[in-house]
């Protein structure tokens, strides 16, 4: 099969690419040197002389306090984008899968988030990418998979970012790191999720919006005691609290999701404690190579 991916040198993307390059798909990868995801004729232009048979996003606007004061250009990558790639993959007759967040519910709940609760964002990031979302479920053969809190990477994929690597960094050198111990995420080992994007399709499930999570939800610090555990270090750090946390844009509270429905297409998502063990094991193996 022909599979454009753009963003395909980011995190997620990396892992995607290393996923349907191991199973000998045919693999154009756009990173974001490569193409600007805000010019629509390069966009175009791109994917239809590519003409692939399957286009994966994997890009996005994903600096949520930036883009509280950025809101343009967080609109255009995040939704205005994913509307021009599903326009182009409904002409080409292509499958299309995008990536949805967290971010899009207001954090409320008292129980994992299903695909049929009504999103209400409370952040700009949050807005703009439900409407991605809604673009890309507009076309016939549109896949939303949300993600959430994403940790891990691909071999020779980039260098991991975002709250597991800092929380790694810190566990590692002592500095006992800042963790929220009442914000409740369903954390997604990129591995896992690619391998999921995969198996979902080859299943033939229908199109639509599915929670691409790993298995149960946990706390930061709850997460964080957990790595330590797996990594056999003194699990120094420095628990707080939301409200006691001044960040630009609001964050979801319980942002867990339920992964039920990916479950009943067939394809089984590991527990969180699973992934952090394997992460674990991940990060010593590069360390002692």
Not at 161 to 182: C, Q
Not at 193 to 222: D, Q
Not at 261 to 285: C, E, F, H, S
Request: proline share 5%; charged share 20%.
């Amino acid at each position: 099969m022909r599979i454009a991916v753009v963003g395909g040198g980011g995190q997620l993307g990396a892992a995607i690419v290393h996923e349907y390059s191991a199973a000998n798909h045919d693999i154009r990868s756009f990173s974001h040197s490569e193409l600007d995801t805000t010019d629509d004729a390069a966009v175009i232009a791109a994917l239809e002389a590519t003409r692939p048979e399957l286009i994966i996003n994997a890009s996005a606007f994903n600096d949520v306090d930036a883009a509280e004061d950025r809101c343009v250009d967080a609109l255009q990558v995040n939704a205005f984008a994913v509307r021009t790639m599903a326009r182009v993959a409904e002409r080409l007759n292509a499958v299309f899968v995008h990536y949805g967040t967290d971010f899009v519910f207001d954090g409320t709940a008292t129980r994992p988030y299903t695909e049929t609760q009504r999103p209400n964002p409370r952040s700009v990031y949050g807005a703009t990418k439900m409407l991605g979302e809604w673009f890309a479920l507009d076309v016939p053969k549109g896949y939303v998979l949300r993600v959430e809190s994403l940790f891990g990477r691909a071999p020779n994929g980039p260098k991991s970012k975002g709250s597991v690597a800092t929380i790694l960094n810190g566990l590692k050198n002592g500095s006992s790191p800042r963790v929220f111990e009442d914000r409740t995420v369903s954390p997604t080992y990129v591995p896992d999720a690619a391998r999921a994007t995969r198996e979902l399709l080859e299943r033939g499930a229908g199109p639509g919006l599915y929670h691409c999570v790993n298995g149960g939800h946990c706390s930061w610090l709850e997460f964080a005691v957990e790595l330590a555990r797996q990594l056999g270090v003194e699990p120094k750090l420095t628990p707080v609290k939301v409200a006691d946390v001044r960040l630009r844009a609001q964050r979801p509270q319980f942002c867990a999701l339920s992964n039920d429905k990916m479950r009943q297409a067939g394809v089984a998502m590991p527990t969180w404690q699973d992934a952090v063990a394997r992460y674990a094991r991940a990060v010593g193996a590069a360390a002692s190579s």
